[in-house]
């Protein structure tokens, strides 16, 4: 099946598992197809899926029936609500279906040069070391790193990458780069970058200060199994996932009612981001000039 026509059979597919319906029009007005096409698209699903779809003669149009499985597409929540909030209602552009009244709070976005990020990209590309300007909190300060990553926490987009200041590997936030320089070679082992290429896993409960009903309100809110969750993390994105969960030092003790979820094993993630640097540290030593 061909690109174009296997994307309007899941389209039909899709209209059918979130709407319930599908119709003609909805194919040529989302596609710009011609209606024998439509028709014809229509017709090839029932081959598929004979058991996924039938004609409401009153409504003219067609229908999920009852006990309705989908065959070609994997609903997913998460990819409806992307999909939703980057929609046009004016241009009815949602592939899923009627857009519903819908609201996103605003994304304060950091600003970020593209003549900056362009340049990174472009060491990291080359494996190059580059001479930046960069605005910490102490004030600006001018230094040599090797950028070998692009990483995003969710609202600052920053490089990874070794600071030749510091001999450590760091994360720089793109919009605090204010200049660019000259580069040179540096052929970098980013391997020894420990923090990056290792996962740390994350256990995470409802806060032990509820009561038996709020923690089972927690729990399904977080998908939780047997009371608990766990995920992995890149060990340097770990402080990063603390703040956004508000589970930095101490949160255990703060008021449920407002904290609700605690990690677990705040100790051993602790031990092992210890550990990674550590490991990380001598190897640079041992390795980079």
């Known amino acids: 099946m061909r690109w174009s026509t296997r994307q309007r059979i ?20 989302y596609f710009d197809i011609s209606i024998p096409q439509a028709t014809k698209d229509i017709k090839t699903y029932m081959e598929i899926a004979p058991a996924n779809i039938q004609y409401d003669g009153r409504a003219k149009q067609y ?49 970020i040069s593209p003549l900056v990020l362009k340049y990174v990209l472009r060491n990291i590309r080359e494996q190059s070391a580059i001479y930046i300007e960069y605005q910490s909190m102490g004030g600006p300060g001018r230094r040599w790193i ?14 990874r990458a070794f600071c030749h200041k510091n001999r450590v590997y760091k994360d720089f936030k793109l919009g605090r780069i ?33 009561t038996d009903e709020q923690r089972k309100g927690i729990e399904i809110d977080y998908g939780m199994t047997n009371g608990r969750l766990e995920f992995e993390v890149k060990a ?45 540290a001598k190897k640079i030593e041992e390795t980079v000039p």
């Open 10 to 29: 899941e389209f039909i597919e899709t209209r059918l598992y979130w709407e319930g319906k599908i119709s003609r029009k909805d194919l040529t007005g």
């Open 63 to 111: 229908i999920a029936p009852a006990g309705f499985v989908p065959v070609l597409i994997s609903p997913d929540s998460e990819a409806y609500l992307k999909q939703l909030f980057s929609s046009d209602a004016e241009k009815n552009d949602f592939f899923c279906g009627s857009i519903p009244p819908f609201y996103n709070v605003p994304c304060i976005q950091r600003q």
């Open 146 to 159: 090797t950028p070998h990553a692009i990483g995003f926490d969710g609202f600052r987009l920053h490089t």
């Open 178 to 210: 204010l200049d660019t320089g000259k580069t040179k070679s540096h052929s970098m082992d980013h391997a020894y970058d420990f923090e990056w290429f290792n996962e740390i896993t994350f256990i995470i409960e409802p806060h032990p200060g509820l």
């Open 236 to 280: 340097a994105f770990v402080l990063c996932m603390q703040n956004i969960l508000r589970l930095d030092e101490g949160h255990n003790k703060r008021d449920p009612q407002k904290q609700q979820i605690v990690l677990v094993n705040e100790e051993e993630i602790g031990s092992q981001c210890r550990m990674l640097k550590k490991m990380s």
